[in-house]
């Protein structure tokens, strides 16, 4: 056993560039996993301003200089978030305010259906039928604790919000136009010899920036396509779900499957089983394959292809440690994963001596 513990730490960790690798990783995810609440507006700041980069160099590539870039790219950044901020927002208030109104009607027509099953199809009884009610009606009580309980919690965060709104987008502003400096600074805490951690960064960089600036314009161009027909359309709360439908390609497949659900039972309620309600869905069974086989391989066709068992697993394992964060980067963190494993030295094993 002791032979065998000594064999793989020669072939694994004898190189200390890999310690020193592991070390970095140990402390970065130490820093998420325990400040990450503390740290969330640099955190955001730090991905929000790693997306914009790309459109920094861009316009730097056209002559200008790099500060008149930041302060372009941030603007129009800073304008698009207040124009979605201002005019999404009451929208989906209303929308939102519309439903709880309507949420009593749907109640009592679920109802009225459920309590027909018994006549409808003679293998439910009354009486499981009546159970059934009951359960949803203690469900839906404790949901409405939840959300009561959740709403009082977020209105004293309130402002921290509007902190945050005024914060994150300063701090996009000189991360971009200092990152150089701040790259130099974070550098000299490292050890000399950290070519090992740089090569696997190298690796990841490209594709990550790519994954993170498709997955932002992924979330914009799929809620649009799917508000487009159900607005015109007419189907209720268009605008909310079509947000839910912008955000469900944060979780492959499992995300477009979940948002199914309330898209489908809101166009039930509104038309019943008719042509309207089977247009609907047909409308967003497009959006969802046009994003599946046209979109997700035009903007994501330099990030590492994965098998849909290690995206899921990604997923739940990310997601479990870092909540709505892991959600999103589990697909560039696996590709770190790999990075590291394909870039880790290894020595040959070395054989027993013979006694």
Same mark, same amino acid.
């Given at each position: ?11 694994? *960790? ?36 790693? !997306? ?10 056209? /002559? ?22 201002? /005019? ?5 208030? +209303? ?33 499981? !039928? ?21 709403? *009082?919690?977020?209105? /004293? ?55 993170? +600036? ?15 027909? *159900?607005?015109?359309? /007419?189907?209720?709360?268009? !605008? ?40 609907? %869905? ?51 963190? !696996?590709? %770190? ?8 030295? +290894? ?9």
């Amino acid at each position: 056993m002791i032979e065998y513990l000594k064999d793989w730490y020669q072939r694994n *960790l004898s190189n200390p560039q890999a310690v020193i690798l592991v070390l970095m990783i140990v402390f970065g995810t130490f820093i998420v996993l325990y400040w990450g609440d503390i740290l969330a507006p640099v955190l955001a700041s730090l991905v929000i301003a790693y !997306a914009l980069e790309g459109i920094v160099k861009r316009v730097t590539n056209l /002559g200008m200089p790099r500060i008149i870039s930041v302060i372009i790219t941030v603007f129009v950044f800073v304008a698009t978030l207040l124009i979605v901020l201002l /005019g999404l927002v009451p929208l989906v208030t +209303r929308q939102i305010t519309s439903f709880v109104r309507d949420f009593p009607y749907i109640l009592e027509k679920l109802q009225q259906k459920i309590m027909a099953l018994p006549t409808k199809y003679p293998l439910f009884s009354d009486e499981q !039928a009546t159970e059934v009610i009951t359960r949803i009606n203690d469900e839906l009580v404790i949901a409405g604790q939840k959300i009561v309980s959740y709403s *009082l919690a977020s209105a /004293g965060n309130l402002f921290a919000v509007m902190v945050y709104l005024i914060v994150i987008p300063l701090l996009v502003f000189f991360m971009l136009k200092d990152k150089d400096k701040i790259l130099s600074w974070f550098t000299r805490f490292l050890p000399q010899e950290h070519g090992l951690a740089y090569k696997v960064w190298k690796d990841v960089d490209i594709k990550m920036g790519n994954y993170i +600036r498709g997955k932002l314009l992924e979330i914009l161009i799929v809620g649009i396509a799917a508000y487009i027909p *159900l607005a015109l359309m /007419g189907l209720n709360y268009a !605008a909310t779900l079509s947000i839910f439908i912008g955000l469900s390609v944060i979780i492959p497949y499992v995300g477009a499957i979940a948002v199914t659900i309330p898209v489908a039972l809101i166009a039930w309620f509104q038309w019943g089983p008719s042509d309207q309600f089977l247009y609907v %869905l047909l409308a967003y069974l497009v959006v969802q394959a046009l994003d599946a086989n046209v979109l997700v391989p035009l903007l994501f066709s330099e990030v590492v292809n994965m098998h849909p068992v290690a995206i899921i697993v990604s997923v739940l394992v990310f997601g479990g440690l870092w909540g709505v964060w892991g959600v999103f980067f589990a697909i560039p963190l !696996a590709t %770190l994963v790999q990075a590291v494993i394909n870039a880790w030295p +290894r020595r040959a094993s070395v054989p027993a001596a013979d006694s």
